[in-house]
């Protein structure tokens, strides 16, 4: 697998992550084996998880799988924090909460140390300066040897890589953040500033909640995320007109390629500005292995053109126009 430097950092990592929000929930132990064994069989690197992930299990199995694999010198190991589900705060960046999550996950993972550690969300209730205080620490004990931020919006992303290039500590080196041919909105001002902020781009769902594989383009599979009335609501936000359009120009492109629709989906975004490495995501290992043949597709430059051109979010002011005219 091909590697990319992880935002303006010295770490490089493979250009397709393993994301592990599944396991423990759709994925058991089992399955996350086999994903991890065919992950690794194609020299990914680059593996994400968070502690809210199925109440911390995400993060014990890919612990004791990393041990059974004796592969810890071989990854890049991310997680994050900030989120505290079935909470009445659901939402806690502050120092006591965040230095207190990091050693629950390093002890979950049974490591001393990740990687990357990002946090989740954004804590309006919590002055930045205390979130970055916990960053500081982290860095300074050496927990974590780089840090992300994740779901930022633009003004956050700013405020806060900037605030932390001032502190004389390590900058936050990468965004974590919906992106897909579905869901493009990170275009208008996230994937601008990313090169000036010094941020790579970690996209997660980039196969735009499973509906760019074109599995849900005539029906909902019963044993399907979209068929489960626990998580339908997710997939079914992108059960709308447009997005009918442009899972019919990838299955199209796909055809002509030769290739999976999840293919082309991930090729055309591994390829976009500033991205870093998509996080896929998948219940199963059949799908993994599906979503890593991207590795191999180079797009025709008239298919890039056609995706970009049936998928444009729609911008306005101050973001584009002539406003961002030089």
């Known amino acids: 697998m091909q590697q990319r430097p992880l935002g303006k950092s010295g770490l490089w990592v493979g250009r397709i992550g393993l994301g592990t929000m599944t396991w423990g929930r759709q994925t058991d132990e089992y399955e996350a084996r086999d994903q991890l064994a065919a992950f690794l069989d194609v020299g990914g690197t680059l593996i994400d998880t968070a502690d809210s992930y199925a109440k911390g299990v995400s993060e014990e199995m890919l612990g004791m799988l990393i041990q059974e694999f004796d592969c810890r010198a071989d990854i890049v190991l991310a997680t994050k924090a900030v989120q505290r589900p079935d909470t009445e705060r659901r939402l806690d960046a502050s120092r006591g909460h965040l230095v207190s999550a990091l050693d629950a996950s390093l002890k979950r993972l049974d490591v001393d140390h990740v990687d990357l550690w990002q946090l ?64 493009r909105g990170i275009e208008r001002e996230i994937v601008p500033a990313a090169p000036s902020l010094g941020i790579g781009i970690l996209p997660w769902s980039p196969l735009g909640r499973g509906v760019l594989t074109g599995k849900y383009r005539h029906s909902i599979p019963i044993d399907s995320r979209g068929g489960n009335p626990d998580t339908s609501g997710f997939v079914n936000a992108y059960n709308n007109e447009r997005s009918h359009r442009i899972v019919d120009a990838v299955c199209t492109a796909a055809e002509g390629l030769d290739a999976a629709p999840g293919e082309v989906a991930l090729a055309w975004l591994r390829d976009r500005p500033g991205v870093v490495a998509p996080i896929v995501g998948a219940r199963t290992t059949q799908q993994l292995i599906s979503a890593l043949g991207s590795e191999e597709l180079d797009l025709p430059s008239e298919i890039v053109t056609a995706l970009d051109d049936i998928s444009e979010p729609d911008a306005g002011y101050p973001e584009s126009g002539w406003a961002q005219r030089r």
């Not at 205390?130 to 405020?159: C, F, M, P």
């Not at 502190?167 to 992106?179: I, K, L, S, W």
């Open 120 to 183: 989740h969300r954004w804590d309006s209730w919590t002055p930045i300066e205390e979130t970055l205080s916990a960053v500081d620490h982290a860095l300074r004990s050496g927990k974590a040897r780089y840090v992300g931020i994740s779901n930022y919006s633009g003004w956050q992303t700013a405020r806060a890589c900037t605030l932390q290039e001032t502190r004389g500590v390590a900058p936050f080196v990468t965004t974590q953040m919906e992106y897909s041919l579905l869901e």
